[in-house]
């Protein structure tokens, strides 16, 4: 199995200006009328492992198969469907400035393949002639920007896709359980 990482495309001060777009939006802006004001105190990049399947699917409607990629992050099973053309790039461990994240798991192409299928089940109009067919697997790490948002005496994790600058609400439960999983990877201290 192949590692391969996705480049950076955002900067951190392009993700700080993310993180201040999202604290300025107005649901947010109440919230911080109505308890302390929040502050962004520190930012770093970590790699989130994500696996990575290339794929076939065809129909009888269509006279050649499709193929991309299907990415599966291996805590949550977070799905995202990547184009063909997406800049994977050959993962280079001996670069100790890269934090990645802890893989959990094992691949499970069932959960590609759903992801794929019901992709497809949206553009085809006789949905029973779907076949989709894995044809590689990879891991693939995504870069995100980590952005540490102090509100009074919390802390707040706010991510940035670093290779779209969109705020990602919905990949932070993936993100905590892949940090813990890091910690608890970790040698334990002498008592």
Same mark, same amino acid.
């Given at each position: ?52 399947? /290339?794929? $076939?699917? &065809?129909? +009888? ?7 991309? #990629? =299907? !990415?599966? %992050? ?20 001996? /670069?100790? $400035?890269? &934090?990645? +994240? ?7 192409? #069932? =959960? !590609?393949? %759903? ?77």
């Amino acid at each position: 199995m192949n590692s391969f990482f996705l480049p950076t495309v955002i900067s951190k001060k392009q993700a700080v200006q993310s993180i201040q777009s999202y604290q300025n939006n107005w649901i947010t802006k109440w919230q911080s009328v109505l308890g302390a004001k929040k502050k962004l105190t520190s930012m770093e990049m970590v790699y989130l492992p994500y696996w990575c399947y /290339d794929y $076939e699917y &065809t129909s +009888l409607q269509m006279k050649e198969p499709i193929c991309g #990629k =299907v !990415a599966v %992050e291996t805590g949550k099973q977070l799905t995202a469907i990547l184009p063909s053309t997406a800049g994977l790039q050959e993962l280079d461990l001996s /670069d100790g $400035e890269i &934090t990645m +994240l802890h893989v959990s798991g094992n691949p499970e192409q #069932k =959960v !590609a393949e %759903e992801a794929i299928y019901w992709e497809a089940f949206t553009r085809e109009k006789k949905r029973k002639d779907i076949q989709v067919t894995i044809t590689e697997t990879n891991l693939l790490y995504v870069p995100y920007w980590l952005g540490y948002v102090k509100s009074g005496n919390q802390m707040e994790l706010v991510i940035v896709d670093a290779t779209s600058g969109k705020v990602d609400l919905g990949i932070k439960d993936a993100m905590i359980q892949a940090l813990m999983a890091g910690k608890e990877n970790e040698i334990p201290l002498a008592r």
